[in-house]
């Protein structure tokens, strides 16, 4: 047997949902192209499109649209868990706790027993967690700050009852358009380490909610999910653009991490990051005339990266933009994640709706490289041993 850290490389499914090709910088979902889904679909259609595989009629868009609507409140029992949570708490550990605590409302050992036997379960365990998603995340954001949350309204999209939840005010169109793009790019990405996460625990056919929570725990660690987060923490450090060259040829030399920078997927410029940048420079030079500072260090960033990186295929990714997008939208670099978990969540219940329709536990070997026999030698013979041993 050959061992291929990280799985890299290594089929460990078969899906119909999204298709990557590294080489040319493309991802399409169902086979459309994410750079005409961005400018042309909605969230709540490509989440449609995601878990029945197909664009929706008006009628139908229109009937899932309303069902995401009337489920985005939140029971009272729910806002008492998180009342008690410490202040100090992340998002996205929160989003955890939170998001694996609904299956104490929507319980399903009966339904999972048969795989896809209760279609109507399925559905409606989707929308729940789906609408859910924005709703904690908007919650949390005034409850770890010390004020009570702002109720979702229904009359109001996705992406624009998250800003309205988040900021107490009339979601502004534009940002609210450029979010829903945020949410259509960041929805699926084939089997990343957290959709693989989904498909490992749903092919347990453990509770749903159980199931997406694993999958926030994996999106949460700053190799995955993170990212986006590090990104605005190194343009802050960095400040102007003139500062850019020195400070990625210094950590370059230290070999430390340009955040935002490359992906194992792509050996070209991610699409989800051409499509951010450029639909973040128009909106910003709509708004203000003119590229915030943090944009233009991150365009000189992107810029000295590709002389000194390009030959080894190493571009921006969608994390490089996303934080800088939605600093100028205000939001607190702690959103950044869970928004990401927001968007993602209709990926990964596509994969795990995927998963029921033909499930086998997922069960891998080892290679296994420790000692070979040992003789058992009783506690009382066995010397002083080494009392630092635990901290080696």
């Known amino acids: 047997m050959e061992y291929i850290p990280g799985l890299a490389g290594v089929p460990a499914t078969k899906s119909e949902i999204s298709f990557i090709d590294g080489q040319k910088g493309i991802l399409s979902y169902r086979g459309y192209d994410i750079m005409e889904l961005a400018e042309k679909s909605s969230f709540e259609e490509t989440t449609l499109l995601l878990l029945f595989g197909r664009l929706p009629t008006k009628e139908e868009l229109g009937a899932f649209d309303q069902s995401l609507r009337q489920s985005r409140r939140a029971k009272f029992n729910i806002r008492e868990m998180m009342r008690n949570l410490p202040s100090t708490t992340h998002p996205m550990h929160m989003l955890q706790v939170v998001v694996a605590s609904l299956a104490s409302f929507y319980p399903s050992t009966e339904y999972m027993k048969g795989g896809t036997e209760n279609q109507a379960y399925i559905n409606d ?8 998603m924005g709703t904690l995340v908007a919650m949390w954001e005034h409850m770890r700050n010390g004020y009570d949350p702002i109720e979702p309204r ?3 999209s996705y992406a624009e009852n998250f800003l309205y939840m988040v900021t107490g005010e009339e979601p502004d169109k534009d940002w609210a358009r450029l979010l829903d793009a945020c949410l259509i790019l960041h929805a699926e990405h084939t089997i990343n380490a957290s959709t693989f996460t989904t498909m490992v625990t749903g092919s347990t056919l453990a509770n749903p909610c159980s199931v997406i929570a694993s999958a926030i725990a994996s999106l949460s660690g700053p190799l995955h999910g993170g990212a986006n987060q590090m990104v605005i923490e ?78 080894k295929g190493v571009y921006p990714n969608v994390d490089f933009y996303s934080g800088i997008l939605y600093k100028e939208m205000g939001f607190d670099a702690g959103l950044f994640t869970p928004i990401f978990a927001v968007a993602r969540s209709a ?42 041993f635990m901290d080696k």
Not at 262 to 291: F, M, N, V
Not at 353 to 361: A, T
Request: glycine content about 8%.
């Open 347 to 388: 990926g990964w219940m596509a994969h795990w709706r995927e998963q029921l329709q033909d499930n086998k536990i997922f069960r891998p070997t080892q290679i296994y490289t420790g000692v070979g026999s040992a003789c058992y030698i009783p506690l009382e013979q066995r010397g002083h041993g080494d009392p630092d």
């Open 154 to 156: 229904t009359d109001l």
């Open 125 to 132: 365990v989707t929308v729940k967690i789906i609408a859910h």
């Open 234 to 311: 190194m343009l802050d450090e960095i400040g102007r653009p003139e500062n850019a060259r020195a400070y990625i040829e210094d950590r370059l030399a230290k070999k430390k991490v340009i955040w935002g920078m490359g992906h194992r997927e792509y050996k070209t410029k991610d699409p989800r990051a051409t499509i951010l940048q450029k639909l973040s420079s128009d909106i910003l030079k709509s708004k203000s005339g003119s590229l915030s500072i943090a944009f233009d260090t991150a365009q000189e960033v992107e810029r000295v990266c590709e002389e000194l990186l390009g030959h």
